[in-house]
């Protein structure tokens, strides 16, 4: 699949259970949302939750391009692309990522380049849109969550 900065092809798809025990705990069980194969989770109101407004919804993420990073307690980060709209991203991954990135801007330095360097929850964020944007190409739905009221 061809996405929007293949520079990023070292990103994986995200596990869904981790992603999906770790979402609806901190949405204290009571949100209902969507789990796209790369960590995108699409919340919803009952009323909303429907294939047209799934489709609508993941449609925008695309031209989605701010986004806000969040550093959870467990050490997890959500990167926030609009209020109902958030990529997870694991520990582990972002440890991962940034090891990627660095390493790679060391490449570059060596050869030459500028410094560039970014803050960490940048290069979070911009991997998480990254990874929301390949969610918004194949919309392939991992995991719903659907609370007990």
């Known amino acids: 699949?061809?996405?929007?900065?293949?520079?990023?092809?070292?990103?994986?798809?995200?596990?869904?259970?981790?992603?999906?025990?770790?979402?609806?705990?901190?949405?204290?069980?009571?949100?209902?949302f969507v789990l796209f194969e790369n960590g995108t989770v699409l919340f919803l109101k009952p009323e909303l939750d429907n294939d047209r407004v799934i489709e609508g919804a993941m449609n925008e993420v695309a031209m989605t391009r701010d986004f806000d990073v969040k550093s959870m307690e467990d050490g997890h980060f959500t990167v926030w692309l609009a209020s109902a709209v958030c990529v997870f991203i694991s520990s582990d991954e972002a440890k991962k990522i940034l090891a990627t990135v660095c390493e790679s801007e060391k490449k570059r330095m060596n050869e030459g380049a500028q410094n560039m360097e970014m803050p960490e929850d940048a290069i979070i964020g911009i991997a998480g849109r990254e990874k929301a944007h390949r969610d918004s190409v194949a919309?392939?739905?991992?995991?719903?969550f659907i609370p007990n009221h």
């Open 1 to 32: 699949m061809k996405t929007s900065h293949s520079q990023w092809d070292f990103l994986t798809p995200t596990n869904a259970s981790l992603a999906g025990e770790a979402i609806s705990h901190y949405m204290d069980m009571q949100a209902r």
């Open 139 to 144: 919309k392939k739905q991992v995991l719903r």
